[in-house]
Every structure is written in structure tokens, then in C-alpha cells.
């Protein structure tokens, strides 16, 4: 079945405690993403990867890194989280190549740092 | 600056009524592509329908529609004959010839008995 995968799907943390929020995909995308959503903001994209060894920010990427080495995997690391970073988060791929490609999500993963 | 305003934060239809969500857009890029997503209760981010900006016709996928109005930057989606399954939030995104998206904030939509 193509479908991209989180993992952890829950996650709660203390605030500085380094954490990696894995993805994986097995529709050979080489569009890779992700997102945060927060109450009343919709959905926010922090960093997105063309292919391998090429990531962008997107629009909130402080406080996040992330690292494309395999085309399957686009993990998102929290290197000290903070009580901010409390959001549901979801990775997202596609093809590229135009517009029209649609995002593929993953089941999210929610998040709480205390 | 790119953006994408939808301006109903929730909304009620009568089961079997046609529905219509708002969704406007802000951008210089002469190359993008509006999508809807769809949210139950469950989280799962559900696609609906896409419209590239260079299309002429409005897309149409089943019992959704995109009623595209370039001139106007706006994205409306239209449900018809609404169903108590599509009870959700609703996101309008926008994803621009630099493959950065941006999402709004969302519509709730309940579809009454």
C-alpha cells in the first residue's frame, strides 16, 4: 500500500530532551515535507526537500532540522525542545516536476513538551 | 507575500443542501496550484480536488467543485448534496512554482440531520 509513515504517532517529552520524528515513504518521491498544526493556524510547513541532500526552510523553521540522506526517509529532529513545540505534526510527499502533484500525508504525530 | 485567507472558521449545512467554503489567495507567482484537503475528526489529511492556475475550466471531482475566480484570487470550494461523513475541517492550500505550500487555517464544516 503507497503511504507515507510516522513515527512516533504520540510523543510526550521534557523540555531539552533531543528527539527525531522519523518518516518514511515508499512511493518514490522525491518531494518530501513537513508540517505543524496548531489551533486557529491551519497548518505551517517548517522544511521541505526536493531529493537527496537538498532541503529548503519553509515558513517556521526554528528550532527544527532535518536531514534527506535516503529519498524514502525525511526525519524531522528537535534538537531541545521547548513547550512550543507542542503541535501535531505531519510529513507529506509527492512527486515533483509541477503544480499539479498532490501531498500525500502521514497520520500525524502529536507532540506535548512539558 | 504568499498566503492563503480562509475566512469562515465554521460552518452549517442541512444534510443534502450544497455547501460552498471560501477560500482566497495571495500571490506574485504566476504559476501555482490550489488544492483542498479534507480533516475528520480522525486527523488524517484527506485530498480533494486541485486546480493549476493556468487551467481554464474549473475542476470538478465528484460531488466537489473548485469555483475558480483568477481576477478575484479566490479558490471557493463547493460541496453538493452534503452528507454527514462530510463533516470535518476543511483546508484550502496553495503550493507555489517553488514547492513551498502554505495552508489556511481552516473551515469547520457540520452537516446537519
Known amino acids: 500500500e503507497a503511504q507515507v509513515t510516522q513515527n512516533p504517532r504520540y510523543l510526550i517529552t521534557v523540555t531539552g530532551k533531543k528527539l527525531t520524528v522519523t518518516c518514511s515513504q515508499n512511493?518514490?518521491?522525491?518531494?518530501m515535507s513537513w508540517y505543524r498544526q496548531d489551533p486557529g493556524l491551519g497548518l505551517r510547513q517548517i522544511y521541505y526537500s526536493m531529493n537527496v541532500e537538498v532541503t529548503d526552510k519553509g515558513d517556521v523553521p526554528e528550532g527544527y532540522k532535518v536531514s534527506r540522506k535516503e529519498k524514502r526517509n525525511f526525519p524531522l529532529i528537535l534538537e531541545s525542545p521547548s513547550p512550543n513545540q507542542t503541535s501535531l505534526y505531519f510529513c507529506?510527499?509527492?512527486?515533483?516536476?509541477?503544480?499539479?502533484?498532490?501531498?500525500?500525508f502521514g497520520a500525524g504525530s502529536r507532540l506535548t513538551v512539558l | 507575500a504568499q498566503k492563503i485567507t480562509q475566512t469562515q472558521p465554521g460552518m452549517f449545512v442541512q444534510e443534502k443542501e450544497a455547501v460552498t467554503l471560501d477560500c482566497t489567495y495571495d500571490t506574485s507567482d504566476p504559476s501555482y496550484g490550489l488544492f483542498w484537503y479534507k480533516q475528520p475528526s480522525s486527523g488524517e489529511m484527506i485530498f480533494l480536488i486541485y486546480q493549476g492556475s493556468y487551467d481554464q475550466q474549473n475542476a470538478t471531482e465528484g460531488r466537489y467543485s473548485l469555483n475558480f475566480q483568477k481576477a478575484r484570487k479566490s479558490a471557493n470550494l463547493v460541496i453538493s448534496a452534503s452528507q454527514l461523513g462530510d463533516s470535518a475541517m476543511y483546508f484550502c492550500?496553495?503550493?507555489?512554482?517553488?514547492?513551498?505550500?502554505?495552508f489556511g487555517t481552516g473551515t469547520s464544516l457540520t452537516v446537519i440531520p
Open positions: 492550500a496553495m503550493r507555489t512554482s517553488g514547492n513551498q505550500f502554505y
Open positions: 512511493m518514490n518521491h522525491e518531494y
Open positions: 507529506a510527499s509527492s512527486l515533483t516536476g509541477g503544480n499539479a502533484n498532490v501531498l500525500t
